[in-house]
């Protein structure tokens, strides 16, 4: 399956990428939810987060540690911020690559009871 993230990362379209190692891709999203909205998507192709595997894990891990460091590195770790992923239809999943939502710059409101 080839998605508009695949293209992204192939660069052929352009998008405004803030982080990328030899495992996955970070970039803005261009209909953000939070003043702060980038997308971490791994280069290997995963439709979705129920296609994952075991061998999947390490890689998983690493679109949250990802997260974590842009967090820090860009000054808004301490403040907080929320980390999504969407799995299929009813999930709110729109393109079928997993991918992680990191969401910060504002209060965002509460989301389940913990």
Do not use: W
Request: with cysteine; net charge negative.
């Amino acid at each position: 399956m080839d998605t508009i993230f695949h293209k992204i990362i192939r660069r052929e379209i352009p998008a405004e990428i803030v982080y990328e190692d030899e495992h996955l891709v970070a970039f803005r999203d261009i209909g953000p939810q939070a003043p702060v909205h980038v997308l971490f998507v791994p280069k290997q192709t995963i439709p979705t987060l129920d296609a994952a595997k075991p061998e999947h894990a390490e890689l998983i891990g690493r679109l949250a540690l990802a997260a974590a460091e842009y967090a820090r590195s860009e000054g808004f770790a301490e403040a907080g911020y929320r980390v999504v992923m969407n799995c299929n239809g009813h999930g709110g999943q729109t393109v079928y690559q997993l991918h992680l939502h990191l969401l910060a710059g504002a209060q965002l409101g509460h989301f389940g009871a913990a």
